[in-house]
């Protein structure tokens, strides 16, 4: 098997842990765990596959992070295409056995959700579309720019993952209660996509484009905001 091929397969691996467990918290446990506990749920998911796979891949498990690093060239185009369908799949192979548990349970899935994200009816706190778009963006821009951050200093590498993981968890716990907190487009797609497969709300898949788009756009800014702090021009 070549490097590629290992790196995609850790990249799904890695979007099917964090779809799998962080939904899944959410959505089976969420009313237990309350927002902090969804939101190291997260985190924790992320430190793992930090350890588990960042040797391999990168530990990008997110589109979003995925186009950060390509904006600062760290990645080459051919590999975020790559990167990008691994993600999306892990996430829609994660939504579906998620699916499978809860149907397991004895549950009904478009009554226990799949820990989608929404806006309006769909959101805790009622938040308008524009204004799920602008939080999105904002808490994108935070975890990316952390990635760029840490990631950039090979003598920070031993703890990098440690630094990502809190700060996934960070940016959930304002999320959360405003958006269920996406920052990852694949994340947001594959509940997304099952939760309208399995018969419940085709609410989330109609949402999703703001779940796409909004953290893209966040990368871009974080990308920009990187390198004009470390004076990169081009």
């Not at 009904?108 to 805790?124: T, W």
């Not at 939080?135 to 840490?150: A, H, Q, S, Y």
């Not at 497969?197 to 949402?207: E, P, R």
């Amino acid at each position: 098997m070549n490097s590629s091929m290992r790196k995609y397969i850790a990249e799904a691996l890695g979007t099917f842990t964090l779809t799998f467990f962080g939904c899944g918290s959410a959505a089976i446990a969420g009313a237990a765990l309350g927002t902090l506990g969804i939101a190291f749920a997260f985190g924790l998911s992320i430190v793992c596959m930090a350890f588990a796979i960042g040797n391999i891949s990168g530990c990008h498990i997110n589109p979003a992070v995925t186009f950060g690093l390509y904006l600062d060239k760290r990645i080459e185009a051919k590999d975020v295409v790559g990167y990008w369908v691994a993600q999306f799949v892990g996430g829609i192979v994660a939504a579906a056995l998620l699916a499978a548990v809860i149907a397991a349970c004895g549950l009904d899935v478009s009554q226990v959700g799949l820990g989608c994200n929404g806006f309006g009816e769909a959101s805790s706190a009622g938040i308008s579309a524009a204004g799920a778009f602008l939080v999105e963006v904002i808490l994108t821009c935070v975890f990316v720019l952390t990635i760029l951050g840490v990631t950039a200093d090979e003598k920070q590498s031993p703890f990098a993952g440690v630094v990502i993981g809190l700060t996934l968890t960070f940016v959930h716990i304002m999320g959360i209660p405003l958006t269920g907190t996406s920052v990852n487009p694949a994340r947001s797609f594959g509940p997304a996509l099952l939760m309208a497969l399995c018969g419940g709300s085709t609410v989330a898949l109609t949402q999703v484009w703001v779940f796409i788009l909004a953290p893209l756009a966040g990368a871009i800014l974080a990308a920009a905001i990187y390198r004009f702090l470390n004076g990169k021009s081009e």
